[in-house]
């Protein structure tokens, strides 16, 4: 497994945007998928953002293609998410994954983060 930590999350106005990283802790992090996840308060964790290893393949939510993007820097052991245009029902926790093929299931991700918060005021 692979040691992940999420940083860059904060309050912003609406139609603002951020940059959420995740570090990873290993020298295998480019044989890894990656994936992007969100939790609102009282509901399920969600899929947002994944991104598969070379960087060839990328797939979003559909309620955020177009505003959010994601990235990975395989020589710094990170991967993005530039999430552009926020809406208030973006607020969340946003959690980063990590898995063994490029999926956008929660159930195929086996490492993750703890979480960075992002609320995002009207």
């Known amino acids: 497994q692979v040691q992940l930590v999420e940083s860059g999350g904060g309050l912003v106005q609406a139609g603002g945007s951020l940059r959420l990283s995740c570090a990873a802790a290993?020298?295998?992090?480019?044989?890894?998928?990656m994936g992007w996840f969100r939790q609102a308060p009282g509901k399920e964790r969600e899929f947002v953002a994944a991104?598969?290893?070379?960087?060839?393949?990328?797939g979003y939510k559909h309620s955020v293609k177009g505003r959010f993007t994601i990235s990975r820097d395989n020589a710094k052991n990170t991967v993005y998410l530039q999430m552009n245009n926020l809406k208030p029902e973006d607020t969340a926790v946003y959690y980063c994954?990590?898995?063994?093929?490029?999926?956008?299931?929660?159930?195929?991700?086996?490492?993750w983060g703890q979480g960075t918060q992002v609320t995002v005021s009207s």
């Open positions: 290993g020298r295998t992090f480019s044989r890894y998928a």
């Open positions: 991104i598969s290893w070379t960087g060839a393949m990328t």
């Open positions: 994954a990590a898995g063994g093929s490029y999926s956008t299931r929660i159930q195929d991700f086996t490492s």
